[in-house]
């Protein structure tokens, strides 16, 4: 598996992008938008993934609408970049993971205790994309997603970082 968390920061030029796209290797990707490229890191520049991650408002910059709504920003992206599954975080709201039009599920955020909240999506991106490697379902990258996301918006930059036992364990918690 080749994992791509793309910061905008023109390290990924297209050539490589293409070449990535290219390779036979599962490929989970992540191209934010930040301060720092001003909205032109875009999901669209991939022309092949497997598995995507992104927010929400980096979902409407790649559609090129604000207003759209979600189900159908999901249904182009997974199509222009041939994803078996991608993930869409809605902040407060939870997330969206889709395989397919008839293969989805939302989940809603499982804490409200939110101390920092960058980091949070590369945590629901590291996680899940082993997840979508290995075959799992939307619902499951959902929760487990969204686990790992509670759990990342409780720490303070990178102060420490989500170990497996207390993660096993927050599941646990939940499931019971």
């Known amino acids: 598996m080749i994992l791509v968390a793309d910061f905008g920061h023109s390290i990924l030029d297209r050539q490589l992008v293409n070449y990535l796209a290219e390779l036979p290797t599962f490929l989970a990707v992540n191209a934010q938008t930040n301060s720092g ?3 032109y890191n875009l999901l669209t520049k991939y022309p ?4 995507f991650s992104i927010d929400k408002e980096e979902a409407h910059l790649a559609y090129h609408d604000k207003f759209e709504s979600i189900t159908v920003i ?4 997974m199509a222009h970049t ?3 599954v991608g993930a869409i975080t809605l902040g407060r709201n939870g997330s969206r993971v889709m395989a397919d039009a008839e293969h989805f599920a939302q989940a809603p955020i499982l804490s409200d205790e939110v101390v920092d909240t960058i980091g949070a999506g590369d945590a629901f991106l590291a996680i ?6 290995v075959g799992g379902k939307p619902d ?3 929760f487990v997603g969204n686990t790992v996301g ?3 918006v409780r720490i303070l930059g990178n102060e420490s970082f989500i170990e497996k036992t207390p ?3 927050y599941i646990k918690t939940l499931l019971s």
């Open 37 to 39: 490229n001003n909205g």
């Open 48 to 51: 092949r993934c497997d598995y």
């Open 74 to 77: 999901h249904d182009f992206l």
């Open 82 to 84: 041939k994803a078996k």
């Open 128 to 133: 899940t994309s082993l997840l979508a490697k």
């Open 140 to 142: 499951e990258l959902a």
């Open 150 to 152: 509670a759990m990342a």
């Open 167 to 169: 993660l096993l364990k």
